[in-house]
């Protein structure tokens, strides 16, 4: 954890104790061991790269299904998560008959 502070330290960062989660987001921010985001899920192209199903705005049938969707770092260990997401994305792709 002392590491973790020195490297949060240098970005101006509080790094915080996994797995707890920070708390009132907008005074703390945390560093994590897990780097998650790249094309984030959001509501619009505004503010993500995919929507909730995965799917790249503006891009019919091009989907990410991985780590990358996930716009912040969890607090937790994060395969989990991963793949639920993962699978929900796989089962909407049938469902949709893609
Ligand atoms: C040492 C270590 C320990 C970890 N321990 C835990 C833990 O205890 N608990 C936990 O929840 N998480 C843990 N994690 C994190 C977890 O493993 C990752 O967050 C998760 O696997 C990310 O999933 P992903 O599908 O995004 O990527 P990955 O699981 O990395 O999958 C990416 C896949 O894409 C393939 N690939 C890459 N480039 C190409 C290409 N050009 N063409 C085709 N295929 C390609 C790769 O071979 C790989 O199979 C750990 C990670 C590491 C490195």
């Given at each position: 954890m002392l590491q973790l502070a020195a490297v949060a330290?240098?970005?101006?960062?509080?790094?915080?104790?996994?797995?707890?989660r920070p708390?009132?987001?907008?005074k703390v921010a945390a560093i994590t061991p897990h780097p998650l985001?790249?094309?984030n899920m959001?509501?619009?192209?505004?503010n993500g790269v995919v929507d909730?199903?995965?799917e790249v705005?503006?891009?019919?049938?091009?989907?990410?299904?991985?780590a990358a969707i996930i716009p912040e770092a969890l607090g937790v260990?994060?395969?989990?998560?991963i793949g639920a997401l993962s699978e929900r994305i796989?089962?909407?792709?049938?469902m949709e008959g893609r």
């Open positions: 330290a240098v970005f101006g960062q509080t790094a915080l104790p996994t797995p707890e708390r009132g987001r907008a985001g790249g094309c959001g509501d619009t192209v505004e909730h199903k995965g705005f503006g891009y019919r049938n091009l989907y990410v299904a991985d260990n994060p395969s989990r998560t796989a089962k909407i792709i049938a």
